[in-house]
């Protein structure tokens, strides 16, 4: 178990902006394409964005194109997930992991338990 943990959640209101870190104490990200997800009240987990471990290449779903971007910086051994324009659809537990994938691209399959969320609420 690799134990990713997220940070940087809060509460805000509809149009504003969040950025979310994810990282961890135990090995270096470099070598992962890594996944945030999400699970909101009563809803099952989907993945959101994904990153190659070289941050070349990155994969969206839907729902988030145009407002979230994914990033990455291997020397701070930090992924971070940056929400603009959010509505309160996004509001969630939000989790990152390794997924599948490589230098080159990234998937929404998890490789890993899910460790430390952060619980995103997005309301007026």
């Known amino acids: 178990q690799l134990q990713f943990v997220a940070s940087g959640g809060g509460s805000v209101q509809p149009g504003g902006s969040l950025t979310l870190s994810c990282t961890t104490s135990?090995?270096?990200?470099?070598?992962?394409?890594i996944g945030w997800f999400r699970q909101g009240p009563g809803k099952e987990r989907e993945g959101v964005l994904c990153?190659?471990?070289?941050?070349?290449?990155?994969n969206y779903a839907d729902s988030v194109k145009g407002r979230f971007t994914i990033s990455r910086d291997n020397a701070k051994n930090t992924v971070y997930l940056q929400m603009n324009s959010l509505k309160p659809e996004d509001t969630a537990m939000y989790y990152c992991t390794a997924v599948s994938g490589g230098q080159r691209l990234c998937g929404f399959n998890a490789l890993d338990a899910w460790g430390q969320g952060t619980l995103v609420t997005v309301s007026s």
């Open positions: 990153i190659s471990s070289s941050g070349g290449s990155t």
């Open positions: 135990r090995f270096t990200l470099d070598a992962y394409a």
